[in-house]
């Protein structure tokens, strides 16, 4: 079971604000009236709860207003985005670039922008919204995204690659070792990729259009986006579940602010990284 963090800050906000607020509109008044009658005899000391509630909902709200339409963090768990993002790279989030969600609910109330090609977007797994992915958008709504023998088309036109060398990773990224290292450029964004010739493309049910040479075409549906992760042949994309819906979208990942691989080594040099 996936826990829901956002749930739960709205939850303690509401619970001890609302302590507070029954405190201030009727305890306290209950709590002086005491005191009057017994002609200041009496102490009554404020209860334990109400104190706890008092101190800890400023900490709770001003986390879930940070959390939920200004910055959120993010540790990357698997290889797909290498050699951009690393295993253990902890990441910071902007929420405000694709429009402000209620917290929980995840309705929005303010559009604030779209994502455009070369993006790295966080986003909830259209199979299982309660897991969170990270992707670069290769296709935005009514482009013509093809995949084939590791070359790159978007709208016909073959996305530029640059061959780098051979790539060395350190920690979990290891097992990359000797794939090809290149540069591609996506409409003007230039970004790192890693290639393994020798795996095959896998090219899933999502393609409205075979042609006879056998080139798979996948027109991007409007409201949607077509993510793939950096790592080419190793990467749950949109390649094999399909595209993803504006409406899963969480943000744009902009900033490495913490890398720690567990069982490696912590990365200093990546610590303030920006994520092209």
């Given amino acids: 079971m996936n826990f829901d963090i956002a749930l739960f800050l709205v939850i303690l906000t509401f619970l ?18 005491k005191i009057a009658e017994s002609g200041g005899d ?9 104190d706890y509630a008092r101190s800890l909902f400023p900490v709770f709200f001003i986390v879930l207003v940070l959390r939920s339409f200004v910055f959120e963090p993010f ?6 985005m290498m050699p ?29 922008g779209k994502p455009e090609r070369g993006d790295v977007i966080v986003f909830r797994y259209p199979k299982q919204p309660s897991i969170n992915y990270i992707k670069r958008v290769i296709g935005i709504p009514g482009d013509k995204v093809q995949y084939k023998n590791k070359v790159l088309r978007i709208n016909g036109e073959i996305v530029p690659q640059k061959f780098l060398g051979r790539y060395i990773g350190q920690g979990s990224g290891e097992s990359m070792n000797n794939a090809l290292y290149q540069d ?12 393994r010739q020798e795996a ?18 996948f027109t991007v549906p409007e409201g949607e986006y077509f993510v793939m992760g950096d790592n080419r042949d190793n990467s749950n994309d949109s390649r094999y579940w ?5 409406d899963n979208l969480v943000g744009k990942a902009f900033m490495i602010w913490f890398s720690w691989d567990s069982g490696h080594a912590f990365f200093w040099n990546r610590i303030g990284n920006s994520i092209d």
């Fill in 42 to 50: 009496v102490e009554i000391k404020e209860p334990i709860i109400v």
């Fill in 242 to 246: 399909g595209t993803v819906p504006k």
């Fill in 16 to 33: 001890t604000g609302g302590i507070w607020l029954l405190d201030v509109v009727f305890l306290s008044k209950a709590r002086k009236n």
């Fill in 84 to 112: 951009t993002l690393w295993v253990g790279d902890f990441i910071l989030v902007n929420k405000f670039s694709y429009g402000l969600r209620l917290p929980a609910i995840n309705t929005e109330f303010y559009d604030s």
């Fill in 75 to 80: 540790r990357i768990p698997s290889q797909s």
């Fill in 200 to 217: 095959r493309d896998m090219i899933g049910q999502y393609h409205t259009n075979v042609s006879q040479n056998g080139n798979i075409d």
């Fill in 184 to 195: 591609e450029n996506l409409t003007g964004t230039e970004h790192k990729i890693l290639v």
